[in-house]
């Protein structure tokens, strides 16, 4: 197994070290830890794809699993918040229905023919957003958590909720075109 992949898979390890200390208020500084835990994690994002292109280590493996781990590291956070009350329902729920239909439509491509379908530029926009949206609250958690930061609590919870709106657009655009380049794949089906 090559290192991209390895990054990969490490990302998919921290998912549940990501969840237990957002869970679990008990853990002291239990939003620090989760924070970090996300943004290392996002990081291997980044690293597993450049190292991947700059030393042709592509594999049909890291095309799949790579995006695949995304979807798992991004709606874990979500439902994460969505459980603290720090998501709006209707985007969680949006943006995990695109992501079924996204890995249903690379489940197809697979099955007829074997191909297995990179994420393009829109998708890749997405899942930018997405953890850029949850860095910010991780943060703001971080600032109240440390500091025993109280003030502004209403313009962090609405610029994150406007984040989280763009976010999802983004995954609604990008699901769209997926499925606009993908539809031969699902009436071949039929």
Known sequence: MNLPNKLTLFRVFLIPVFVVFVLYPQIPYNFVWAFLVFVAAALTDRWDGKIARSRNLITNFGKFLDPLADKMLVISALVCFLQLGFADVWCVLIIIAR?????????????????VIAANKW?????VSQMITIIFILFFKNLRQIFMFTGGTALITSIGNVLLW?????????GGIYLKENIHLINAAK
């Open 99 to 115: 992501e079924l239909m996204v890995t249903s439509i690379r489940l197809l491509a697979l099955e007829s023919g074997g191909t």
């Open 123 to 127: 998708g890749k926009a997405k899942t």
């Open 166 to 174: 763009i976010a999802t657009a983004l995954t609604v655009i990008s």
